[in-house]
């Protein structure tokens, strides 16, 4: 049912007022706001307000099945009489469902076009990102940088491993060992000290830090390695900087060799 006054349907649980003329129900609220009945073609003269009885929250069904309010010989108004100015209450809600049905729709798609978008970009920068990184990588792996860290790995496996051939093939021919006074020590007596010290311990650490790569401006083919080093060999630790001068050339088959090697 709907209230004439404010054109909204008359839920069940809502307070009513009905009519004792016309015997139409209105919103409580609408009947007192109007003071008296609100149907355009309501029986009688319009000018004087008809009393209407408060039904509480009966529903439509209760209020019009029973005749537990006062009636008076009074006609409804022929359908033909009533105004049809405005559209039907029940169209006027289709068309606002229809519309906020329509707007709900037009939301959701530019949502789903927002997110669709910053998937979109989100994937574009993780794939350029990757990209960049995969160049840097592979920058890396093809540099020098990379060749000589492998080569002081191989250098410190050789130490700890006490593996004397391995640490040979590491020096030039012409491989000279200065130590802390200043003495040059030739490849030969080198390996001499070297091979005692293997054979003569068991265990051997060697931790090297802090490692700076220099290259020489004119050739790029020497360069020099410098580094904090802990050196233990059993229970005795010894600690250091060390620099390890490296050269590469068509003799040494282009490969990272050391021939001179300083100890502070």
């Known amino acids: 049912m709907i209230c004439p006054y404010c054109n909204n349907v008359i839920k069940n649980n809502e307070e009513k007022a009905v009519c004792f003329r016309c015997e139409i129900p209105h919103h409580k609220t609408c ?10 073609d309501c029986y009688e003269n319009p000018t004087v307000k008809a009393n209407a009885e408060n039904v509480g929250n009966k529903t ?14 009074a006609v409804r108004p022929k359908p033909d009489s009533v105004q ?8 006027e809600f289709q068309e606002e469902f229809k519309t906020r049905y329509k707007e709900k729709l037009d939301f959701k798609f530019r949502r ?20 960049f990184t995969y ?23 050789a130490w700890e491993s006490r593996d004397i051939f391995r640490y040979r093939e590491l020096l030039d021919k012409d491989y000279q060992y200065i130590d802390k ?11 001499k ?44 630790e010894e600690k250091g900087i060390k620099t390890l001068r490296l050269f590469k050339s068509d003799e040494t088959g282009n490969q ?7 100890y502070e």
């Open 84 to 91: 049809t100015d405005n559209p039907e209450p029940k169209e």
């Open 60 to 73: 439509i069904t209760e209020i019009l099945g029973k005749d537990n309010y006062p009636k008076v010989s």
């Open 135 to 157: 160049i840097k990588i592979n920058e890396y792996y093809s540099s020098e940088d990379y060749r000589i860290n492998q080569f002081m790995k191989t250098w410190e496996a």
């Open 112 to 131: 789903r076009i927002l997110l669709f978008s910053s998937i979109g970009v989100l994937s574009a920068l993780l794939i350029v990102s990757a990209i």
């Open 181 to 191: 006074g200043g003495k040059a020590i030739s490849y030969d007596e080198r390996i």
């Open 193 to 236: 000290r070297v091979t005692k010290s293997f054979e003569s311990v068991k265990n051997i650490s060697v931790k090297v830090r802090d490692v700076k790569i220099e290259y020489e401006s004119v050739n790029k083919n020497y360069v020099n390695v410098k580094f904090n080093q802990t050196f233990s060999a059993d229970k005795k």
């Open 256 to 262: 990272w060799r050391v021939f001179r090697e300083y």
């Open 31 to 40: 009947w007192e706001r109007y003071q008296g009945c609100s149907t355009p």
